[in-house]
């Protein structure tokens, strides 16, 4: 019943700027963290940035200074305003919420969205 659904991904000029988006949809009673990993063919994963409930943030090394994480929680919904886009910011863009916690679940748990494809020319 809880799904993640990113949004946002296009292709887009270096230097350019783009915003992802992240909708949580269900039951929702709250996350623990959300954030937003990326996948390039050949690589491992990547943490791109990840924000606490507090909210704390904190941002790979790739990306700092350039990209902020940001959440609405009354909204279940998560951004990424990617500004100053790299050709090596190019990838599939996917959120996880983790600690998500149902209206009538008993402990909290991990889901993915199904990612959205972000593309840098040069």
């Known amino acids: 019943q809880v799904h993640l659904v990113e949004s946002g991904g296009d292709l887009v000029q270096a230097g350019g700027c783009l915003r992802l988006?992240?909708?949580?949809?269900?039951?929702?009673?709250?996350?623990?963290?959300v954030g937003w990993y990326r996948q390039t063919p050949g690589k491992q994963l990547e943490m791109v940035a990840k924000a606490s409930s507090a909210p704390l943030t904190t941002y790979g090394d790739s990306v700092k200074g350039r990209f902020t994480i940001s959440r609405d929680d009354a909204k279940n919904t998560v951004y990424l305003q990617m500004n100053s886009l790299k050709p090596e910011d190019t990838a599939v863009y996917y959120c996880?919420?983790?600690?998500?916690?149902?209206?009538?679940?008993?402990?909290?748990?991990?889901?993915w969205g199904q990612g959205t494809q972000v593309t840098v020319s040069s």
């Open positions: 988006s992240c909708v949580a949809s269900g039951s929702i009673v709250s996350i623990n963290v």
């Open positions: 996880k919420a983790e600690g998500l916690k149902v209206q009538f679940g008993t402990r909290g748990t991990d889901y």
